[in-house]
């Protein structure tokens, strides 16, 4: 910055809120994929239909719409910044950030118990391909309807690759502190959020002094 030091808040609250924005787009593809891995689940274990599994996705497609709807009006009411780069609103950006940082750990919860411990019990591709075992893993590991085991097989290893690996170990780290802390998008938020305003809209309507 060659010693504009004054600029350096503005800079890193800028860095900040364009990277929490970015989130609205990207945690709301995750969402999207724990929302078909969990109901391909439910059809391969047969309980696709219950009341309770639909409640369950149901919420997981409230996080997903949620998170992208705040990323949508963070970038419709933005502002302009020098030249005419748009910055989108920094309390949108960072409630919907916020809200994909705390939910994507309850939607992790919830593919998990939709789709079972086969998650990171399901047996390997060795056992599958071996002649003594193969015939066992074929006929209790049939999804329901008759879908094929090696079908359920791969849909469990994905989960598993997604949510229970090193990498979905990394993506729950990601999502919770990627761009910046929970507490730090609550700053933020306080900090831009029309407090004043919505304190004199009180006082006007309540009569108050």
């Known amino acids: 910055m060659c010693g504009e030091w004054e600029c350096a808040g503005r800079l890193v609250e800028l860095f900040a809120t364009f990277h929490r924005h970015t989130y609205a787009g990207a945690k ?10 969990a109901a391909l689940a439910a059809e391969y274990n047969g309980v696709a ?15 997903a719409e ?8 963070a970038a419709l009411e933005s502002t302009l910044a020098g ?11 960072n409630a919907g950030k916020n809200f994909a940082g ?3 750990y309850d939607a992790l919860r919830v593919v998990h118990d939709i789709a079972g411990g086969l998650v990171v019990t399901m047996p390997g591709e060795a056992d599958y391909r071996h002649p003594a075992t193969q015939p066992y893993l074929e006929k ?7 879908l094929p085991a090696l ?15 090193d990498l979905g170990g990394m993506w729950m780290v990601e999502s919770l ?7 730090a998008e609550k700053l933020a938020m306080r900090a831009h959020y029309p407090l004043e305003q919505a304190k004199r809209l009180v006082r006007t309507l309540a009569r108050l002094a």
């Open 28 to 37: 709301a593809a995750m969402f999207d994929l724990l929302i078909g891995a």
């Open 151 to 165: 079908d359920r097989i791969k849909l469990f290893k994905f989960i598993r690759d997604l949510t229970a690996s």
């Open 177 to 183: 502190h990627g761009g910046g802390s929970l507490e």
């Open 66 to 73: 949620l998170t992208y709807a705040a990323g949508v009006a």
């Open 102 to 104: 705390v939910k994507f």
């Open 140 to 146: 209790y590991l049939r999804g329901a309807k008759g």
């Open 83 to 93: 030249p005419g780069t748009a910055v989108p609103d920094p309390v949108k950006t």
């Open 49 to 63: 239909g219950a009341r309770h599994i639909q409640d369950k996705l149901t919420d997981l497609m409230q996080y």
